[in-house]
Each structure stands twice: as structure tokens, then as C-alpha cells.
């Protein structure tokens, strides 16, 4: 036997599953399952990393000054009290790792984003899940879940993977009901889908107990990039940066993030294809029977009348190279995540639901 062994919690974690890339056997795929932006980044972030590729042998900079002070003149917020990460995903491990630990509850909702309990785990904390209403957060439910032991109470609007979000009067309820010593945070890795939305920057100016995390993934389209951030009050900024390394974002990641926050014009550009797409292919797909709740991000959650109709949909869909996300692991067994692409990807998602259908009535 061993004496090697890892730390209490770790070999609780289950490897994250990814979204499918690949077909076996169909060499022409369509990724629908990772909610990536199907116009790519920004041209002029692009265009940004491409000049980065000659600094490679050059460290970046340690504190993102330029890339916190862009963020911040685009969303009127503080660069002083901006952290910027390996993604968002790098935030939310740098929380855990500094407000939970053994003996601590993370608090985050039934249908909430994995990895919430993937860092509290490896923490070694204890990760608690609450039910949500009708896939919404439950704020009552949130509150009920509390305990001293409470640390960290994880909420992701609009949500990931149910499309729904909650209002500003809710966040705050949430925010003021919470016990003293839990730092409610606000995941906004889909806020720029929201015309309008601050992603609750409001709230944290007046209270000391709430953050906001934030992603370059997503609608700026640079998953590969690395790039996140996160805006809370000056201590907990302060005690986050402590343990984040201190080269942890790419000289390629940095120049591409900044170019990309700046440009505005594409962002809002995005958003308008998103939502046009969206809302069609949402009525699409009731038309043939495939219920959704109204989406506010880049992803749809089909509803099926099973478990077995959902994956034979699955399939359908696979056999002809379009890739969508299973989500029984996020306790929706009868549904599908359907990425919103550009046009002829969702035609033919609408053409293949419809497909599916028709040949189950047969
Ligand atoms: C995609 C996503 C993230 C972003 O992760 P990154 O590490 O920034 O790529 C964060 N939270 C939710 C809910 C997401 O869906």
C-alpha cells in the first residue's frame, strides 16, 4: 500500500467532461456543445495576438494593468479592484482556495456550472446543492441552504446550462439575506448576451460580500485564449491576488482580451446575431414539439418527454456531424444543450430536430 496519497476531497472530483469535438466516422462536424461564438473573436483581437506571436520569449506582465484598465473604462469599474485569470474557471478556483476549506460549505444550485463543486472539492471543502424552481434559481431555497459553516454561495445569471436568469431585486435578496463571512458570487460568463446588463457591478459597490466573475470566452469567442476576470471589494481583490501566480494570463491572452473588450462595435454585433438566431431556432424546434425556457445567453436547453428521446435525438443529431451537449450531469436527463451557431448551423439543427421527430412518429 501506498503512503502517497492526495489531499481529502480530491479523488471525490469527477474529470470534467468537455463538450465532443469529434465524429467517429463523419469528418465534417458542426460543434454545437461548448458555447463557443461561431463568428470567432474579434478581428482586431486577432490581429492583436498575431503581432503577441513575435513577443513569446518575453514574460507578460504580472499585473494586467493594461488589460485591467481597458476592462474598466468599457464598464465603468475600478481597474484596481479587477483580477484578471486563466479564465474565469481560474477566479472561481482562486475564491475556494482562499475563503473555503475544510469544515466549509460552497452552496451553489442543482442545475449550477460544474465547476463550482469541481474547486470546492479541491479545496477540501464541502460542496452543498440546492434545488432550483422550475429550472430558476431559488433564492429562498439559496438562503435556506445557509449555515455558519456557509463560505462561498455560487450563482451563475444567466445560468449555465438552463438559459435562465433572475432579477436585480432577486441577486440583492440574495446578496443582503446571506450570513455573515459568505461572499455571494456572481458568475457573468453570459451577461454580455443581456442588452444592458451589469452583471450585478452595482450591487458591489454597496455591499462587502459580493463578487462577479467574467469570461473572454464566451461572447468575445476566445475560449482558447485563457482569459477571465473577476471585480469585487478591495480586501477580498486584494486576498485573491495573493494566490494567483504571477504570470498566470498569456502575453498572447492578455493583447487579444484587450483588443477584444475595446471593440465594442463586434461585441454588440455578436449579441444581435445571437439573439436573432436564437429566438428562431427556439420556435423551430416548439414548432415540432421541442419545448425551451426563453434563453438569455448563447445556448438553448431543449426539453424532450425523456431520457431515451433526448439521447436518440442525440444521436440523430451526431450521425450527421451536429454535436450537441448531453446534460444529465447538470441533473437534466431529458434535455439537450443546443449552442446557438451561425445561420446554416442552426438550420440545420431545426431540419435535424425536425428530422428526428418526424421519423419517431413513423
Ligand atoms: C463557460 C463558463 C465559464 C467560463 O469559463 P472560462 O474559464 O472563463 O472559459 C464560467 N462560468 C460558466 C457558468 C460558464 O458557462
Known sequence: ??????????????????????????????????????????????????????????YPSSDHLALRSAIGETHGLDPARIICGAGSDEIITFLCQSYAGPGDEVLYTEHGFAMYRISALAAGATPVEVKERERVTDVDALLAGCT??????????????????????????????????????????????????????KLIESRDNVVMTRTFSKIYGLGGARVGWGYGPAEIIDVLNRVRGPFNVSVTGLAGAEAAVRDRAYVEHCRRE?????????????????????????????????????????????????????????????????????????????????????????
Open 1 to 58: 500500500m501506498t503512503q502517497i496519497t492526495p489531499q481529502p476531497g480530491i479523488m471525490d472530483i469527477a474529470l470534467y467532461q468537455g463538450g465532443a469535438a469529434h465524429v467517429d466516422g463523419v469528418s465534417n462536424v458542426t460543434k454545437l456543445s461548448s458555447n463557443e461564438n461561431p463568428l470567432g473573436a474579434s478581428p482586431k483581437a486577432v490581429e492583436a495576438m498575431t503581432q503577441a506571436v513575435t513577443q513569446q520569449h518575453r
Open 274 to 362: 445571437n439573439a436573432k438566431w436564437r429566438s428562431w431556432l427556439a420556435d423551430q424546434l416548439a414548432e415540432v414539439g421541442v419545448p425551451s425556457d426563453t434563453s438569455c445567453t448563447n445556448f438553448i436547453l431543449a426539453r424532450f418527454g425523456s431520457q431515451a428521446e433526448a439521447e436518440a435525438c442525440d444521436d440523430f443529431l451526431k450521425a450527421r456531424g451536429l454535436i450537441v451537449r448531453r446534460v444529465a450531469g447538470y441533473n437534466l436527463p431529458t434535455a439537450l444543450r443546443i449552442t446557438i451557431g451561425d445561420e446554416p448551423s442552426c438550420r440545420a439543427v431545426a431540419a435535424g430536430v425536425r428530422d428526428f421527430k418526424a421519423g419517431q412518429g413513423a
Open 148 to 201: 455558519p459553516q456557509t463560505k462561498l454561495v455560487f450563482i451563475a445569471n444567466p445560468n449555465n446550462p438552463t438559459g435562465t436568469m433572475i432579477s436585480e431585486a432577486e441577486v440583492t435578496r440574495l446578496a443582503d439575506g446571506l450570513p455573515k463571512g459568505a461572499i455571494l458570487v456572481l458568475d457573468g460568463a453570459y451577461a454580455e448576451y443581456v442588452e444592458g446588463f451589469d452583471a450585478g457591478a
